[in-house]
């Protein structure tokens, strides 16, 4: 058994006091019946210390994420975190690959492997976004395509190393534009993201591995793709933004 995973990417929303509040509202609802699901708030990068503060003095289990890092553990790369400045506040999940920083920041899957790579060795698990566009989707090349930036993404690690990180299936389509993947649709992709993890690490870690949906996932979508064998959880944008939404996707993993 997998175990579910709902991780909320709050992007570049929220001020400082804003995302206490937020961070609050979930901690609120959270109960012992959520350590069967592992909770993850991304919240900006200014941000992540008073989240974590906020989860630390409840005593709750959620885990904070970055949404980005540099693989180098320090230098002159400025305006770039390094992964042992998350760590010292308690970071220990990072989004990587998503892509709105392929499109906006230009990052290539060579630069998502190095930070996968680093996160990996020193213990930070990777959230790892692969994903088509509309073009492709429409070429009918999207199978082939995703894994082909799964295996760049993932490339030089071993099994073991492997068996620690998350993917991430983000169609790039259904981002933001309240559009949404069938239940059918997102289950072809996340089972071909599977069967690409087998070929690769072999099918025992591959089966250990989570595979999450990141398009467009809500609470009125969230049972059938929730149903699906191959879907793990969900990578979570704009109903995360909502204390109330997002808690309903968590505990749609314990039904």
Request: charged content about 25%; overall charge negative; glycine content about 10%.
């Amino acid at each position: 058994m997998r175990k579910p995973m709902m991780a909320g990417n709050w992007k570049m929303n929220k001020t400082w006091a804003e995302s206490v509040v937020l961070a609050q509202g979930i901690s609120n609802r959270c109960d012992d019946a959520w350590d069967a699901v592992d909770v993850v708030l991304c919240p900006p990068a200014c941000n992540l210390k008073a989240v974590h503060t906020v989860l630390e003095f409840d005593r709750r289990d959620i885990h904070v994420g970055a949404q980005n890092c540099h693989w180098e553990e320090g230098g002159a790369f400025t305006g770039e975190i390094s992964i042992p400045m998350l760590e010292d506040i308690g970071v220990d999940h990072c989004i990587v690959g998503h892509s709105e920083r392929r499109e906006y920041f230009s990052e290539t899957d060579e630069m998502v492997n190095r930070k996968v790579m680093a996160l990996v060795a020193h213990g930070v698990t990777p959230i790892v976004c692969v994903g088509e566009s509309l073009a492709v989707r429409d070429a009918g090349t999207y199978l082939e395509f995703i894994c082909n930036e799964l295996r760049a993404d993932f490339a030089g690690l071993e099994p073991e190393e492997a068996a620690k990180c998350v993917v991430a299936y983000e169609p790039i389509w259904a981002i933001g534009t309240g559009r949404t993947a069938t239940p059918e649709q997102a289950q072809e992709v996340c089972s071909a993201i599977r069967a690409a993890l087998s070929d690769l690490f072999g099918e025992e870690v591959a089966s250990g591995m989570r595979v999450l949906y990141g398009g467009s996932m809500k609470p009125a979508n969230v049972d059938g793709l929730m149903a699906q064998p191959d879907i793990d959880g969900g990578l979570i944008g704009g109903a995360a933004l909502s204390a109330d939404s997002f808690a309903e996707l968590v505990e749609a993993c314990l039904k």
